[in-house]
Structure formats: structure tokens, C-alpha cells
């Protein structure tokens, strides 16, 4: 029996992966938000119930738990790291051992995410860029251009990533993840000092979506001024 190609191990289809992609970085952005709103709120509260005389012990239980936050992130975000650079090399692997199989555009995809992950943006790009040169029309060739334009985004190749978004523009331009990547147009020309061009690009996010993703593009408008 012939392997079905897929996206993912569990055999999702990529606009599943790329939907649950967008999912779950909004949802740590809302996480974070709702942390620092609990946190402020906090704080108000303890400014009005306590005594001037109090703020001392307050302040100490204060910098032991930023120490206790700080060292269990690190060890969480080192794991995190080690977890994708683990995946990176288990899909290297296979992709130096059966480089030609039906499956080598996925593991493409997902050893790219996981340097993405890893916060490797160059070595993400490299995967990205090799998948769309081998398989330019590949079911994965939408989602990963618009991945390599993040990737060279994160990496600070903005010149690149411009030029990727591009691309994605013309040939998907009716693809759900479209607002993405006038966004990733919008940081481009903005890290470019193209203001105005960056400005032009946050206003198409806005004018055709309304989520988290327009919200950033209205304050990133801001911030090109």
C-alpha cells in the first residue's frame, strides 16, 4: 500500500497546520496579555491595601519570585530549544537518507519549522528555500513561502523577506493567510526605513481583517512615525 503524503505525521492536511500555526501563536499572545493585565491589576490592588511600612517585604517576596519565574522559564524555553532541535535533526536525517522520497517536501517543511521554533531563522530559510526549489508546486508551496519570508524576516534579511512576500502576493493571492503576509510586507519595509511603504502595508491588514494581527499592524503604524 502506497504512504500518503501529508503534512505532519498525524496526516494532517497543510492548511490544518498552518491554521493551528496562527492558532497557537495567538493564543500565547493572549496569554501573555492576560498575565500582565493580572499582574497590573495586582499591583493597584497592593498600592491601595498596604501600609508605606509594608513595601519593604513586599518588595523582597517581589525580586525572589521574579528569580523563581526567570530560572523556570529558562529551563522550560532551554527544553523547548532542545525538543525542536531534536525534530530538526530526525527530519535531516531522513531527508540525507531518502532525499527523493515522497515525503521529503514535508520533512522539508517540518525540519524548517523546527528551526523556526529553535529560533534558528537562517538555518529555517535554508530548509524553506530548498523545499520551494525542489518542489515549487508542491500542496506545501503556499504556507512555506509565506514561512520563508517570516523565516528571513526573523533573520533580519528584510530585502529578502520583501521580495518573498512578493511572491506570495502574486501567486496566492486569494490565500486565507494573505493579511500574514501584507503584515510581513509591513515589518519588511519598516526595518528598511521604507516608512510610508510600511504604513501603506499595515493599512491593507486592517481594511481586510480584524483580529490580533490588525491590532499590531495599527500600532506598528504608530511606531514608523
Not at 493585565?37 to 501600609?51: I, N, P, R
Not at 532525499?99 to 530548509?127: D, F, I, N, V, W
Not at 515589518?187 to 502595508?201: C, I, T
Request: hydrophobic share 45%.
Amino acid at each position: 500500500m502506497p504512504i500518503a503524503r501529508c503534512s505532519s505525521a498525524e496526516g494532517m492536511p497543510v492548511s490544518e497546520i498552518a491554521s493551528r500555526a496562527v492558532r497557537g501563536t495567538l493564543a500565547i499572545a493572549a496569554s501573555t496579555l492576560v498575565g500582565r493585565v493580572a499582574s497590573f491589576l495586582g499591583a493597584l490592588y497592593l498600592m491601595a491595601k498596604l501600609q508605606p511600612s509594608d513595601f519593604g517585604v513586599v518588595a523582597y517576596a517581589a525580586a525572589l519570585l521574579s528569580v523563581c519565574d526567570a530560572v523556570a522559564n529558562w529551563g522550560f524555553a532551554q527544553g523547548a530549544i532542545h525538543r525542536h532541535e531534536r525534530v530538526e535533526e530526525t527530519f535531516s536525517t531522513f531527508l540525507d537518507r531518502y532525499g527523493k522520497h515522497e515525503l521529503a517536501p514535508s520533512a522539508m517543511y517540518q525540519a524548517g519549522q523546527a528551526c523556526a521554533l529553535a529560533g534558528k531563522a537562517r538555518q529555517a530559510a535554508a530548509y524553506f528555500s530548498r523545499l520551494l526549489a525542489a518542489y515549487p508546486k508542491d500542496e506545501l508551496a503556499e504556507v512555506t513561502h509565506l514561512k520563508l519570508g517570516e523565516a528571513q524576516n526573523a533573520a533580519g534579511d528584510f530585502q529578502r523577506a520583501a521580495t518573498t512576500f512578493t511572491t506570495f502576493l502574486k501567486k496566492y493571492p486569494k490565500s486565507k493567510f494573505i493579511y500574514l503576509a501584507q503584515f510581513g510586507m509591513g515589518w519588511a519595509m519598516e526595518n528598511l526605513k521604507k516608512h510610508d511603504l510600511a504604513r501603506n502595508w499595515y493599512a491593507k491588514v486592517i481594511e481586510k481583517h480584524n483580529g490580533p494581527t490588525a491590532a499590531r499592524a495599527q500600532f506598528q503604524i504608530g511606531e514608523t512615525y
